[in-house]
C-alpha cells in the first residue's frame, strides 16, 4: 500500500500520533476498561474512515498512530 492517499483533487498523507491521559494520569485504564477503551477507538475509527496504524493502551495513557483524511479534523476525532 503507498503512503500518499488520493481524493478526488488532492494527494495526502496525514499520521498522527495522538496521546490521551485521564485527569492527573490515574491508572484507571487497565483490565476492562483497557479493553473497552480499545474498542470503542476501532469502532470510532471505522465509522469515521480514520487507519488506526498502531495502538497501545498503557494502564495511565493510550497512544494512538492514525491515518485521518484531511477532510476531518484532528480535534474531531
Not at 496521546?19 to 470510532?44: D, L, M, Q
Request: hydrophobic residues 40%; proline residues 6%.
Amino acid at each position: 500500500m503507498s503512503r500518499l492517499r488520493k481524493l478526488s483533487h488532492s494527494i495526502w498523507h496525514c499520521q498522527y500520533h495522538i496521546v490521551w491521559v485521564p485527569k492527573y494520569r490515574h491508572r484507571i485504564v487497565a483490565g476492562p476498561v483497557g479493553n473497552e477503551v480499545s474498542t470503542c477507538i476501532r469502532a470510532f475509527s471505522d465509522q469515521n474512515h480514520v487507519e488506526v496504524v498502531e495502538m497501545s493502551v498503557q494502564p495511565y495513557h493510550v497512544h494512538v498512530i492514525a491515518i485521518i483524511p484531511p477532510k476531518l479534523s484532528v480535534s474531531d476525532f
